[in-house]
């Protein structure tokens, strides 16, 4: 269950409500593998949502209780860096802090992106 609003008055376009759960179905790889760990309270007995909308923009996951959204970044972000900057800008302004892990370190050293994870929580695992 998704919270009603994330950002106070926010209007969702139907079009992002759909397009969110496309992407829902459409994971990375290194999206599902991290979605694995972070899902149903698994991580820290932390609540993480998916493909969450908040200030316009689809993110990959959001912790509420942390005000954190983490974005998984693959080889589309190298080209769109401006974009990701301003993105994460807006997000910030709204309170929210954004991390950004590199699908590549998800795969390959995912207990060290979870501690990264955890640290930006303010949770010890």
């Known amino acids: 269950m998704t919270p009603t609003t994330i950002v106070g008055g926010q209007r969702v376009n139907p079009e992002k409500v759909r397009r969110a759960k496309e992407l829902r179905w459409a994971m990375t790889t290194a999206e599902l593998v991290l979605w694995q760990r972070l899902r149903a309270n698994r991580f820290l007995g932390l609540h993480f949502w998916r493909q969450q909308i908040i200030a316009g923009f689809i993110v990959d996951f959001y ?40 699908n590549d370190d998800v795969t390959r050293d995912l207990d060290g992106v979870l501690r990264r994870i955890a640290e930006a929580c303010g949770v010890r695992p």
């Not at 209780?65 to 910030?92: C, F, K, M, N």
């Open 63 to 102: 912790c509420h209780a942390a005000g954190l959204v983490i974005e998984a970044d693959g080889p589309v972000h190298e080209r769109q860096t401006e974009y990701d900057s301003e993105r994460d800008r807006l997000l910030i302004a709204h309170g929210f802090r954004v991390m950004r892990v590199n």
